[in-house]
Nanobody
Framework: VQLVESGGGLVQAGGSLRLSCDVS????????MGWSRQVPGKERERVAH???????DYADSVKGRFTISRDNPNRTFFLQMNSLKPEDTAVYYC??????????WGQGTLVTVSS
């Protein structure tokens, strides 16, 4: 199973970016998919996740600004990030959870928000 992120980059504060995550490989069912981020020296932070039933949860720091969505047939999911702040600067990772407590992660994409 492979996850590949795209869409990261440099943006000014107040701007927007859309991250994508493409899932490939043999996996029968995805229970949950989502995004986390990490700043050097800090723990990885859960940002936004969506369950197979469609319910989503967000970190308090991104509520109202970030939206997670998915394109199930193609096993692609997205993170729309609006009103970006310098404190959103991080490496963003997509991940999925499968039955049997299995999890898979992408390689990460850097998002830099300049002030």
């Amino acid at each position: 199973v492979q996850l590949v992120e795209s869409g990261g980059g440099l943006v000014q504060a107040g701007g927007s970016l859309r991250l994508s995550c493409d899932v490939s490989g043999r996996i029968l069912r995805i229970i949950e998919m989502g995004w986390s981020r990490q700043v050097p020296g800090k723990e990885r932070e859960r940002v936004a996740h969506i369950k197979s039933g469609g319910s989503a949860d967000y970190a308090d720091s991104v509520k109202g600004r970030f939206t997670i969505s998915r394109d199930n047939p193609n096993r692609t999911f997205f993170l729309q990030m609006n009103s970006l702040k310098p404190e959103d600067t991080a490496v963003y990772y997509c991940n999925i959870y499968a039955p049997g407590a299995r999890s898979y992660w992408g390689q990460g994409t850097l998002v830099t928000v300049s002030s």
